[in-house]
């Protein structure tokens, strides 16, 4: 069993920065991939950024330049470090985790989210 949690939202002034973190735990091999996404109320859940196995890294144009998603393997653990916050960016953010659990199983789990809310 894999479990996600994230952690780091709160409340931000517009400017202002956050660092989310995304923790995977249980019983697998290694982690192939990590997306980000996010859900503002009433829209579409909107995919952020990935980061890959090797370290690779894709970002939304919306937030492209002022995010980066990195990971410390060591800790299980990635990041999305938020920067120059803008009201837009209200959401709940939550990670999405490929994970090897075996020579020939994966598994997509999701975290339960945390909320990010950016004042004007």
């Known amino acids: 069993q894999v479990q996600l949690v994230e952690s780091g939202g709160g409340l931000v002034q517009a400017g202002g920065s956050l660092r989310l973190s995304c923790v995977a735990s249980g019983s697998f091999f290694s982690i192939n991939f990590v997306n980000w996404y996010r859900q503002a109320p009433g829209k579409q859940r909107e995919w952020v950024a990935t980061?890959?196995?090797?370290?690779?890294?894709n970002y939304g144009d919306s937030v492209k330049g002022r995010f980066t998603v990195s990971r410390d393997n060591t800790k299980n653990t990635v990041y999305l470090q938020m920067n120059s916050l803008k009201p837009e960016d209200t959401a709940v953010y939550y990670c999405?985790?490929?994970?090897?659990?075996?020579?020939?199983?994966?598994?997509?789990?999701w975290g339960q989210g945390t909320q990010v809310t950016v004042s004007s």
């Open positions: 980061i890959t196995s090797g370290g690779s890294t």
């Open positions: 999405n985790a490929g994970l090897q659990v075996n020579n020939n199983n994966g598994v997509s789990s």
